[in-house]
Nanobody, 116 residues
Framework: QVQLVESGGGFVQAGGSLKLSCAAS????????MGWYRQAPGKQRELVAA???????DYSESVKGRFTISRDNVKNIVYLQMNNLKHEDTDVYYCNAKSIYGQDFWGLGTQVTVSS
């Protein structure tokens, strides 16, 4: 099993920045891709950004140019640097890890609130 713990969420004014972190523990050797998703009440969880073990990244169109995902494979941490935040970025952000065995692991989420 893999355990994921997010941190770094909070309240920020529009135009501000936040950096999320997600620390993985357990069978971290099995982790392949990692990513960040977000979900608003009553809506489906959506991909924000993803990164492969080798560092290839993918972003949703709504965050391209504003958010940057990175990972430290030694410390088993994935980061999401969020700049120029907008009110519509307000959501609960979840860390995800996909194992080489096809399993999906999730953190409990961290709230990001951006004032308009």
């Amino acid at each position: 099993q893999v355990q994921l713990v997010e941190s770094g969420g909070g309240f920020v004014q529009a135009g501000g920045s936040l950096k999320l972190s997600c620390a993985a523990s357990g069978k971290t050797f099995s982790i392949n891709d990692m990513g960040w998703y977000r979900q608003a009440p009553g809506k489906q969880r959506e991909l924000v950004a993803a990164i492969t073990r080798l560092g290839r990244t993918d972003y949703s169109e709504s965050v391209k140019g504003r958010f940057t995902i990175s990972r430290d494979n030694v410390k088993n941490i994935v980061y999401l640097q969020m700049n120029n935040l907008k009110h519509e970025d307000t959501d609960v952000y979840y860390c995800n890890a996909k194992s080489i065995y096809g399993q999906d692991f999730w953190g409990l989420g961290t709230q990001v609130t951006v004032s308009s």
